[in-house]
């Protein structure tokens, strides 16, 4: 995981994203590190998913996902919203 991190930055960077078509926010699955640090598949496919919306069975095929999203709330500043049934990166 990744710690220190510019909140700002953070928040910025993924609400940027959120705002992009969702084919350009999917293609954001495969790079490592991601935009937010994390290099493991676990995190950063959770961070992915995040941005397009998951269920919780969905986002905890990849890892521990409650100590994740506790994660990117505390260390990254990061809001997550639950609409529908699916987890998503809200505006910050």
Same mark, same amino acid.
């Given at each position: 995981m990744t710690f220190k991190r510019d909140i700002e930055k953070d928040r910025a960077r993924?609400?940027?994203l959120m705002n992009r078509p969702a084919d350009e926010r999917a293609?954001?699955?495969?790079?490592?590190p991601n935009w937010l640090g994390h290099?493991?598949?676990?995190n950063a496919?959770?961070?992915a998913l995040l941005l397009q919306g998951a269920t919780l069975a969905e986002l905890e095929? $990849?890892?521990?996902? $409650?100590?994740?999203l506790t994660h990117l709330r505390s260390e990254h500043g990061?809001?997550?919203d639950l609409r529908s049934?699916?987890?998503?990166f809200a505006a910050s």
């Open positions: 993924t609400n940027e293609g954001q699955a495969g790079r490592r290099r493991g598949d676990g496919a959770i961070d095929q $990849h890892r521990d996902v $409650h100590t994740h990061l809001h997550i049934g699916r987890y998503i």
